[in-house]
């Protein structure tokens, strides 16, 4: 599988977005790419960066950008994962990702099922929690474990998307800084999400790809200064071994991903064997008050 | 709290072990250590390198071995995280952690739930799976999450752990490569290791420290050459942040935690909060068939 990955700053508006996006997935498939994953909510601003009504404006041309997007994975013949703000009733928003499918069909959508809030995060106000479940989406290159973002601090979402036969994870992601924090801190961020990540791709022996947004996003209501979004999209293999690691700017580029690791590794760390399925009733708590 | 860990190679027997260990427990007990941590099995050789029923005549002085760690732990005043070789009946043997507590009682045990087998690790053989299921134990210094060696490679364990109060995870092991593997494969298998342990204090914001043993040894079976203990203990913070890693020989150290960091980092980390345990059932299975 040859994965192309779109790591961008956002700039102008969903027009701007969308033409350049557009380049770069054409781009991408002409280098060999058959499957292209796009960051978190890439047609737009990070807007939960504070709470505004005005910003469910973003999510009335959820038809047309499917639209964009089928056409767009049809004209480059390439499976594409997509990330949009998704408007399926008044007052009911959700954080969606459609995979279409290489003839422009849509091969099944994701929505995002944990939904974080904490200040300049705050998406609790924006999206409804998805209800669709882990539902891994089959595509002519495989089935793939879509998450978003938040879901990639989650064990238990990969390893649903696993259970069900996911033969690669994929996250569509934004997450920053923020400037004030310590270098120590920034590097123990960066640090904590890439590892975590990396021990969903060992624990199930399944490779992973991770694209973030890129770039510096102020918040124009001013409750906090802004967002520095850290870049560093992210394939590891079955293993958790890096294969490409991106930079802090603007870049995109197509990884060659070996699916067929997966049954080696999982014949040498053969952990779902192991699961004590007899003993994890607690996994389905919040919490043991009394344990 | 201060943890002492206790990273030694196989040398002689029970006795010279049990001379070797005091010695270290009492040392580190000087420099400070409260908690002192040994690795898996630290009584004997790793015998699961093969299958050789006279290998469970190591579990005969189960009781004896109590005793000495009883004392050892009142002696030098440290609450003690024990592994041994437990014999609960003819024919019905455990890999097991007793901790005990600085006046020598004994605070919990627990018997290792996931056993691995592959080989030079024949764990199916000697021990049977345990039954107590995953309960932190209640110390003076603090609630302790102790899990055994291929426990580390299942987030589930860990997560209980945590849903009951864990203040810290811990995990005795014996892990190490074969010689005839490639030093990119140990490479990515010791980074593994590491990786998916700080997943787990990331997950849950909670400190952890692997204790882990070193050195060759030999399979007199010569079904395989033996295996080469990689050490690499380490103690990680609550952001999964390596506070110490040991080297690849004996080694001993005392490593400070601050248990106060969970509370910080959790708050800005709320994965608690987030978790999705109404579409959780599904990790009460083995796998899902026509997921």
């Known amino acids: 599988m040859k994965v192309g990955v779109v790591q961008e700053s956002f700039f102008g508006n969903k027009e701007s977005m969308q033409t350049l996006l557009k380049k770069r997935v054409g781009q991408l498939a002409k280098d060999g790419a058959n499957l292209v994953v796009l960051q978190e909510l890439h047609d737009s601003n990070y807007f939960c960066i504070s709470e505004d009504v005005k910003n469910f404006d973003l999510a009335d041309g959820f038809k047309d950008d499917i639209e964009f997007y089928s056409k767009l994975a049809k004209n480059c013949g390439v499976v594409l994962v997509s990330s949009l703000f998704e408007k399926r009733a008044a007052g009911l928003y959700h954080n969606t990702s459609i995979v279409f499918e290489k003839d422009g069909s849509i091969a099944g959508k994701y929505r995002k099922m944990h939904i974080p809030d904490d200040p300049g995060f705050y998406e609790k ?23 978003i973002c938040w879901d990639q601090w989650f064990f238990e979402a990969a390893r649903i998307m696993a259970l069900k036969g996911a ?36 624990s199930n022996g399944l490779p992973l790809v991770s694209v973030n947004r890129v770039g510096y ?14 870049g560093n ?12 690691r991106l930079s802090q700017k603007s870049e995109s580029c197509v990884v060659d991903i070996d699916l067929k690791r997966s049954e080696e590794i999982r014949r040498i760390w053969p952990f779902l064997r192991d699961r004590r399925v007899d003993y994890y009733d607690d996994l389905l708590k919040k919490y043991i008050d009394n344990g």
């Open 167 to 202: 033969e690669i994870l994929i996250y569509p992601t934004a997450i920053g800084w923020f400037d004030e924090d310590s270098d120590e801190e920034k590097k123990r961020q960066l640090d904590s999400w890439i590892t975590i990540q990396r021990a969903h791709a060992i």
């Open 217 to 230: 996003e102020r918040d124009k209501s001013r409750c906090i200064d802004g967002i520095r979004f850290w």
């Open 125 to 147: 106000f924006y999206f409804c929690e998805g209800d669709l479940g882990f539902e891994p989406i089959d595509t002519s290159l495989g089935r793939l474990g879509v998450l």
């Open 233 to 244: 999209s992210f394939v590891c293999g079955a293993q958790g071994e890096i294969i490409k």
